[in-house]
């Protein structure tokens, strides 16, 4: 029986973090109510004229730099004409004969080791504005804030050959990408999207089988989920003899099942054609060069130097470096309280354990530098137990509390009044019987029941260590 091999590539579109839109002066911000952020250009009013972001074009640039693409120093913007009711000129400004960005590549991690994926082209484009369909009026309707928001589009070669691979391709990217500043990249909300063109084909076989484009994939656990029924889907269909469809098939991740759209258009039935109201973008060797010195520490360098600066696993700094905002949260912590180590445990197991619980993404982190270093500080200083701590860190986490300020509202400084404890201790001790007995006995875990009774008595203000130790004596 033959077995198949998976053949896929991706085309990754990124909405730019400029703060205007691509060819007019409209806010980019997300949400608003609808046909708020428009004006004549973006809704394609007749005689309205395009004028071309400068940050777009830089943006597109440090991300081609960053991918090991070639800039395309003369490069000009071409018309792609389709009609859909979201389209309000009824074509598309974007870039097809001279992209941006060509001839690039990043490098992943696979199960058999290291691989590159090729990437063929970047270009710059406007996005389309947003249907919004209605159940109950059985009608949609039409939402152009997002209308000439501006994209890059990233068109990776057929490299990739499994779901973890293209996962794996992805996550590099957007890494990438947010260290740049050019995106927030965030799936849920559309700033970044996936469109996987997958075919099968007999291992070992040099042709291509033919390819579907699997569009509404809005989370890496849907694309794989996707690439999973859909090259399944695809063999079953060479089984049993029948074609596989050049086509458009749409994802409903509920269902677990892509239905076709579209078959599939080739760039001719665009009907291509240069740009008219805009002149060719032209990069000279200055600005090219002024864009990459501004190019800043991606996460690869970041990697290294943690290694050499930081006396912290390897682990430790592969997740925190894995987001830009935890990167930088952790380096000016450190720059405040100097002490690496336990800056890089709080963010790596309670920030970790309170993101997963809150279904968070790191970017989303509220507190501060200033107090998470503070927190530290008043551990290192003995002011508070390690379990107040605790405490005030998720009051921290919900709402950036200060640190200092909440110990003393709430007083929750150490109790070190060792004559004091010693009372509490002995009380622990005479209302305990069966639990010093078993200390006698050999039964070590049974200081740990003490501890806990005592810490309960003090409502868990006074020193772990005293307590330890004027049990050991007493007992």
Not at 142 to 153: A, K, T
Not at 228 to 253: H, P
Not at 267 to 296: G, H, M, T
Request: overall charge negative; proline content about 4%.
């Amino acid at each position: 029986m033959a077995n198949y091999e998976t053949v896929i590539g991706l085309e990754v579109h990124v909405e730019l973090a400029t703060k205007t839109k691509i060819f007019c002066g409209c806010s980019t911000a997300f949400g608003g109510a609808p046909n708020t952020h428009t004006c004549p250009v973006c809704t394609g009013m007749p005689g309205s004229l395009p004028v071309l972001n400068k940050q777009v074009v830089e943006y597109a640039m440090a991300v081609g730099l960053a991918t090991n693409c070639k800039i395309t120093q003369y490069c000009r913007f071409d018309r792609k004409n389709y009609f859909y009711p979201d389209n309000p000129q009824n074509y598309q400004i974007s870039q097809l004969y001279l992209p941006i960005c060509r001839d690039g590549g990043i490098e992943i991690e696979t199960e058999s080791g290291k691989k590159v994926v090729g990437i063929h082209e970047i270009h710059m484009e406007e996005d389309a504005g947003k249907l919004i369909h209605d159940e109950w009026e059985d009608a949609s309707l039409v939402d152009f804030n997002r209308s000439g928001v501006p994209l890059i589009e990233i068109v990776s070669e057929p490299d990739m050959r499994s779901a973890d691979e293209v996962i794996a391709y992805l996550d590099k990217l957007r890494t990438i990408i947010q260290y740049l500043g050019a995106s927030d990249c965030k799936l849920q909300e559309g700033s970044m999207r996936a469109d996987v063109n997958l075919s099968v084909r007999e291992e070992g076989a040099e042709e291509f089988g033919t390819r579907t484009e699997m569009k509404n994939l809005n989370s890496f656990k849907a694309i794989a989920r996707a690439i999973e029924a859909e090259k399944n889907r695809q063999i079953d269909l060479i089984k049993s003899g029948e074609k596989v469809i050049q086509e458009t098939r749409r994802w409903d991740d509920t269902k677990e099942y892509s239905y076709a759209m579209r078959s599939k258009e080739d760039a001719q039935d665009y009907r291509y054609f240069p740009e008219p109201d805009l002149v060719p973008v032209v990069i000279s060797d200055e600005w090219l060069e002024e864009v990459k010195n501004r190019q800043p520490e991606l996460r690869t360098e970041k990697l290294e130097r943690y290694k050499k600066e930081f006396d912290i696993p390897e682990y430790d700094a592969q997740i925190i470096t894995a987001s830009k905002k935890m990167a930088d949260l952790f380096e000016a912590t450190v720059e405040i309280c100097k002490k690496p180590k336990k800056v890089s445990n709080w963010l790596m197991v309670e920030t970790m354990r309170l993101l997963k619980e809150s279904d968070m993404e790191p970017e989303d982190i509220r507190f501060t530098p200033e107090n998470l270093a503070k927190l530290i500080q008043l551990t290192e200083a003995g002011t508070i137990n390690s379990s107040v701590a605790k405490q005030v860190f998720e009051q921290m986490f919900k709402d950036n509390t200060d640190a200092q300020q909440y110990v003393e509202e709430h007083g929750l400084k150490m109790d070190n009044d060792e004559d004091g404890l010693k009372k509490i201790v002995e009380q622990v001790i005479a209302e305990n019987p069966k639990s010093v007995e078993d200390y006698h006995n050999g039964k070590e875990k049974a200081i740990g029941f003490l501890v806990g009774q005592t810490m309960k008595a003090t409502k868990g203000k006074a020193n772990p260590g005293m307590i330890n130790k004027l049990l050991k004596e007493l007992l």
